[in-house]
């Protein structure tokens, strides 16, 4: 059976098999403000755990209580086996955390940079900065000899990220690991990070991108004003709250809503008409291509000089977010 | 991974990493160098200029100059700058996120403090032998002998880390490292006047400034003293205000001062920076 090592005022959280991280109740409030209020959550040995949710939904303050830097005001976690609040050096052995901000020392050179990390993980100094030069050739920044703050933006992230991983953490947390980057830098990072889950990694991606969790992660859970309001694998959250195709319409002026819904709603395989401001109606629908036409004969072929643009395109995170809190993640 | 660790050497001491990557900021940080380094010097050179041309009168035999007695506040001028270094410093690392990302290693905050410290006492050492070959080698300044040269080199040493001390306690406090050093030359500029260190003073506030008692100390026992022995047993520091307060008081009072400014900046900063 296992052994009750968590356990913090009333809430006792247990190791689980094949587990990596526990969580059971997490609470953090900056005074009236509840940034994390009541999170349970379970992540898989691993397995990359995507956090998704719009700035400010308590996404950070998760994972710098996650990674011992914040203390909880109530519930725990378990990582590892080790218990969060009582073994926090342990914790801290396991851990490689990328933050959201660009944490580099901009008078030192990449590598130097890289290789402090590695020595204060106590890697010797030899080995450290062998692993340095394999993992920034990796990243593609080999071979820069100046000073950091002469690396442009992207640079500048990728080396943030290269301090996270040159111990070959056991648990990684990247906070929105892509922010600001290019499309181009964007997909190397994206491309490294599936390349981490080979090595058995157990990686937690925050991220208010829904393409970047959708594509990456194995596991869901979006959160909203501190709270976790759903989880699943990406698929299974797109079917179960998505409402099936969608198309968005963006007319010229505010249409009346309440006659789109009045014709489109006779038809049968119309689920749900939305109103997203902006003057874009979101028609949701199942079926094929033949009720793709009937919708948009029927929706707006009389409003033909209304319309301004028309697009189709299968669910999205964003459509789920949309569908549990009324709001899109970038609100 | 240990198995090679083993073999490719020991874990390095994080303490001793931290403090060459804190020096190897410090030194390439042109703008710093100069307001550490360039400052001082340039009011050296210009004391030199105004200052070595007037004879006076001084307890010890031979001929000496005003400049000789200004020489020990320009070494206390130099290495109190190192309240603003350290201020700015880890006001930057609690800014920048720094702090927060070695708070996610296996590190600890007491290798954080030992290496932050160590890394300025290095560059205090750096800045003294800079001074003193400026001032003993090169503009030919007075001093005793040899040996009291040294301790005052350990005198200004003590006292630049005191100064790191303080500007910890002002890094606690600034939200940024621009506030730190506003807040550094808030306190230093007027203390470094008021302690009578750069030009005489005569007035009993300069004793509530730490610089004085480094000056004082420095200049009795590099210009002033006989030897050491005689200095801790009979001498009172040479006051403005006619007071007796014995060498070895002023050394107490500074040594304190390095104390409690250390202990009390590491308690506040750890508190303003635990969340």
Same mark, same amino acid.
């Given at each position: ?105 901009? !008078? ?35 071979? @820069? ?13 990728? &080396? ?17 690991? !892509? ?14 990070? @599936? ?56 007319? &010229? ?10 014709? &489109?709603?006779? &038809? %049968? ?63 | 991974?240990?198995?090679? @660790? ?65 020489? %020990? ?203």
């Amino acid at each position: 059976m296992a052994q009750s090592i968590g356990a913090y005022n009333n809430v006792s959280v247990e190791p689980k098999e094949g587990v990596e991280i526990n969580v059971r109740g997490l609470k953090k409030y900056f005074k009236e403000i509840k940034a994390v209020d009541g999170v349970d959550l379970q992540v898989k040995k691993g397995e990359l755990f995507g956090l998704l949710g719009p700035n400010g939904a308590g996404k950070s303050t998760m994972i710098r209580m996650l990674t011992t830097v914040l203390t909880p005001d109530a519930g725990t976690a378990i990582i590892a086996g080790l218990d969060l609040r009582k073994q926090r050096v342990e914790i801290r052995k396991l851990l490689g955390v990328c933050p959201q901000e660009i944490v580099i020392v901009e !008078t030192l050179t990449a590598e130097e940079n890289v290789t402090f990390v590695a020595q204060m993980h106590g890697i010797p100094t030899p080995l450290a900065k062998q692993a340095a030069s394999r993992l920034l050739s990796q990243l593609n920044i080999a071979g @820069r000899k100046d000073r950091a703050k002469n690396f442009s933006g992207g640079m500048k992230r990728r &080396l943030n990220l290269a301090m996270a991983l040159i111990h070959n953490p056991k648990i990684i947390f990247l906070d929105e690991p !892509t922010a600001g980057l290019d499309p181009q830098a964007r997909r190397l990072v994206w491309d490294f990070i @599936r390349d981490l889950k080979n090595t058995g990694s157990t990686i937690i991606l925050t991220t208010h991108d829904m393409v970047e969790a959708d594509v990456l992660s194995d596991h869901i859970a979006i959160i909203d004003q501190g709270k976790i309001i759903a989880q699943g694998k990406p698929q299974e959250l797109k079917e179960k709250f998505g409402t099936g195709n969608i198309l968005e319409i963006q007319f &010229l002026h505010q249409p009346d809503l309440d006659v789109v819904k009045e014709k &489109l709603q006779t &038809l %049968p395989f119309i689920t749900k008409v939305s109103d997203v401001g902006e003057q874009r109606v979101l028609v949701s629908f199942s079926g094929g291509l033949k009720n793709f036409v009937a919708t948009l004969q029927q929706g707006i072929v009389e409003h033909i000089n209304e319309v301004e643009n028309i697009s189709f395109r299968q669910n999205t995170l964003e459509d789920v977010f949309l569908h549990l809190t009324g709001r899109r993640l970038r609100e | 991974m240990t198995q090679d @660790r083993t073999k490719e050497g020991k874990a390095p001491n994080k303490a001793f990493v931290f403090s060459v990557m804190s020096l190897k900021q410090k030194v390439r940080n042109a703008q710093a160098l100069f307001y550490t380094l360039g400052f001082p010097i340039m009011f050296t050179v210009i004391f030199y200029f105004v200052f070595s041309n007037m004879e006076v009168q001084g307890p010890s035999p031979g001929p000496q100059n005003a400049f000789d007695y200004g020489f %020990p506040g320009m070494i206390i001028y130099a290495t109190g700058l190192l309240c603003n270094s350290a201020a700015i410093f880890f006001a930057n690392g609690k800014k920048n996120g720094m702090l927060e990302r070695l708070d996610t290693m296996p590190v600890g905050r007491k290798n954080i403090f030992i290496g932050g410290l160590l890394a300025e006492t290095w560059f205090v050492i750096l800045q003294i032998l800079i001074m003193f070959g400026l001032g003993y080698g090169i503009m030919n300044v007075y001093y005793k002998d040899v040996g009291m040269m040294l301790i005052g080199f350990v005198i200004a040493v003590v006292f630049g880390i005191q100064s790191a001390g303080l500007g910890i306690i002002l890094a606690a406090y600034a939200k940024s490292p621009e506030a730190a050093n506003g807040f550094a030359m808030m306190y230093f500029m007027p203390a470094i006047f008021a302690s009578g260190a750069l030009v005489p003073f005569e007035s009993p506030i300069v004793y509530f400034f730490p610089p004085y008692w480094a000056k004082q100390i420095f200049l009795q026992i590099t210009v002033d003293g006989d030897n050491l022995e005689a200095l801790m047993k009979s001498s009172s520091l040479a006051t403005s205000t006619e007071i007796g307060i014995p060498l070895w008081g002023g050394l107490l009072i500074l040594i304190a001062l390095t104390f409690a400014f250390l202990a009390i900046g590491i308690a506040i900063f750890q508190k303003k920076t635990s969340v």
